[in-house]
């Protein structure tokens, strides 16, 4: 799960702070389910595998 959210992340070429801005998440959150220490929810699951690679150009 954690590595999930970040390998999306690095594949949208995303910082930390711009998917969470992305989410309406704070930076910390992301930081947190990429560490491990809590998960996202199956809101913000759908959200994530929703956002285009081509989101940032």
Known sequence: MST???KKREQL???QQELADILYVT???I???ENGKS????D???QLNNIQ???KE
């Open 4 to 6: 999930d959210v970040k």
């Open 13 to 15: 070429h995303l910082t």
């Open 27 to 29: 930076r910390q959150s």
């Open 31 to 33: 930081s947190n389910w």
């Open 39 to 42: 998960h996202p929810n199956s």
């Open 44 to 46: 913000i699951l759908k």
């Open 53 to 55: 690679v081509s989101h």
